[in-house]
């Protein structure tokens, strides 16, 4: 194990600081590894400040805690550790320990922004698409019969299946058994196609999905169980037979002549202009509509945030994350505001806007890329025009850490961590089979960040574009009752769990097919496994001398950890496995 600190409890008294706090931060330097002199380094106005580490104790494990303190003068505190070694001296920041100066991007952060509600760390969120989830027996008849597959091709956009809002209600207990306790609806304005994404209002619900009264019944009954509803927001664009298009063209950008902005080029969705004042209080004006009752939407995922305000020289971005948070803020005060962003989001993070992103170039990629099947039917990498690479464990690691680094805590772990959504292949199409869907899966559910899953990859439906992976949920017919049960017991342990829900992360190993970390609060340490293949067995160093692990998920045997920190791993493969130190 190497020098280590993180933002979790462990290591930073207060995660979520106000402005003039003093707040205490720990660096761990495990046994074994002797640390002479450490210094803390902040930055209070742009201005780099260093104070000396104290030891502030010595764990059973043989581990020192070093500690400091820092005065909060501005709204977000990048600070790193200067640390004298025997080996030399290191900088220790999100980036990890390194023998040579590092740009101050990868430092760790302390936010005093209003922090992220504190319910969306606990979440499990379940994203649903409405037309493809489940209908009501109310709802008008759809274009195609439910059992009818989804497919892809140049109409795909505009077949409907007539699922529903009520149809949702319907089918709670589905998700129930499953655990989740979050619900993440794509749009459910009115639009000409099936995702909805090219409204042709805000100011009502879509009457094919049952109308404004649907909404209410729908949060009202997702309430009533305790659990929280978001919706989601188009402030990109709107769709062409919005009536803003026609009425109000300093909406958009309309250029000489009569042509105007588009998103990625499609005609029918205009690109909106957040130069206009009128055009920012209209949609604050929507924000907060739909997060008052009868509705009372917990928050809103925003489509497109990483374009929304841009274009040319207009750069709007960061002032309409402000505006859109203080109006979730003003109606709904717990409220949550999760950006969409398909690559590197950290320089729109940890800010007074966004909460977090859905983290598909700091997780979904990653995990892509070392779970991947032999043969995939799609030739894409989210995006980027290249097949799914092949990487091992390391290169795995080394790309979360990478975009974990330039981000704080806070903002990573209230980001929604994802195997796919939507907008991408079925995770059981990129991994191939349900072994592997497994490992994904409990690496959803075991690393840092909020779990959001995609409704059907609990029970293995595939599909290798965005388009034949909004299948409709087969409901009455067989599906994949296996992966569904280990959904539901990775959810139940996660909720369980003191450390996988709030604690930090130490790497323990990665390399080639194996990743083994640690997650560790002050009530619980998580050891876990992920093993895409048989292999020899393994002994992980570092860890506490002594320890008994007992199995928590995987059906292992326990483990335990000698006196000078190793621990043997078996080579059984592909395997999942949570094990939980006794204390």
Not at 30 to 57: K, Y
Not at 107 to 117: G, I, N, Q, S, T
Not at 288 to 301: I, M, V
Not at 355 to 364: I, K
Request: charged share 20%.
């Amino acid at each position: 194990m190497r020098i280590h600190h993180d933002g979790s409890e462990l290591y930073v008294s207060t995660p979520h600081p106000a402005l003039g706090e003093t707040v205490a931060v720990f660096v761990r330097v495990p046994a074994g590894t002797r640390a002479t002199r450490i210094h803390l380094r902040w930055l209070s106005d742009g201005e780099p400040v260093f104070t000396s580490a104290v030891v502030d104790r010595t764990d059973r494990a043989g581990d020192v805690w070093w500690r400091a303190e820092m005065p909060v003068r501005n709204p977000v505190t990048p600070y790193r550790f200067l640390i004298r070694t025997t080996q030399g001296v290191r900088w220790l920041t999100g980036a990890g320990l390194t023998h040579h100066d590092v740009p101050d991007a990868t430092d760790f952060r302390l936010v005093a922004h209003p922090a992220p509600p504190a319910w969306a760390r606990d979440a499990v969120v379940y994203q649903i698409f409405p037309d493809r989830f489940a209908r009501s027996a109310a709802a008008p008849a759809g274009d195609v019969s439910w059992d009818t597959p989804a497919t892809s091709g140049p109409y795909a956009t505009r077949v409907r299946y007539g699922g529903d809002l009520d149809g949702i209600a319907g089918k709670l207990d589905h998700i129930a058994a499953l655990g989740a306790d979050t619900l993440y609806l794509t749009p459910f304005f009115p639009a000409p196609s099936n995702h909805r994404y090219d409204a042709s209002s805000f100011d009502r619900v879509d009457p094919a999905l049952g109308g404004d009264e649907a909404l209410a019944r729908l949060a009202g009954a997702v309430h009533e169980r305790g659990w929280r509803l978001l919706g989601d927001l188009t402030t990109n664009h709107t769709g062409a037979a919005h009536p803003w298009f026609a009425s109000e063209r300093d909406f958009y950008y309309v250029k000489p002549g009569g042509g105007y902005e588009c998103w990625m080029g499609h005609p029918s969705l205009p690109k909106l202009n957040w130069g206009s004042a009128e055009l920012r209080e209209r949609f604050r004006a929507v924000t907060q509509r739909w997060l008052r009752e009868p509705y009372g939407l917990d928050g809103w995922r925003i489509d497109v945030a990483n374009m929304t305000g841009r274009r040319g020289a207009d750069d709007w971005t960061h002032q309409v994350a402000t505006l859109l948070r203080k109006a979730v803020s003003e109606a709904r005060p717990n409220g949550l505001l999760i950006a969409e962003h398909a690559h590197d989001a950290t320089a729109d993070l940890d800010r007074d806007g966004w909460h977090g992103t859905m983290n598909y170039a700091g997780f979904t990629r990653p995990i892509w890329s070392w779970l991947r099947a032999d043969n995939l039917p799609f030739d894409d990498f989210l995006g980027v025009p290249v097949e799914v690479p092949h990487r091992d464990a390391a290169a795995t690691v080394a790309a979360m850490t990478a975009f974990a680094a330039q981000t704080s805590w806070r903002s990573w772990t209230t980001s929604w961590q994802m195997l796919g959504s939507h907008d991408t292949a079925r995770i059981r199409t990129v991994v191939g089979d349900a072994a592997r869907h497994e490992l994904a899966a409990g690496l959803l559910l075991t690393l840092p960040g909020t779990p959001m899953i995609f409704a059907g990859d609990e029970i293995g439906l595939t599909g290798a574009t965005n388009e034949s992976a909004r299948q409709p949920m087969p409901w009455g017919r067989p599906w994949d009752a296996a992966t569904f049960d280990r959904y539901r017991a990775l959810i139940a342990l996660r909720r369980s769990s003191a450390a996988l829900r709030k604690g930090g992360l130490r790497w323990a190993y990665a390399i080639g097919d194996c990743l083994v970390f640690l997650r560790e609060s002050a009530e619980q340490t998580v050891l876990v496994m992920a093993r895409r293949r048989a292999g020899e067995p393994l002994t992980v160093t570092g860890l506490p001398g002594g320890t008994r692990w007992e199995n928590l998920y995987g059906g292992g045997k326990p483990l335990y950890t000698e006196p000078d920190g190793s621990t043997a791993i078996d080579g059984y493969g592909p395997a999942f496995q949570v094990w939980a130190a006794d204390r």
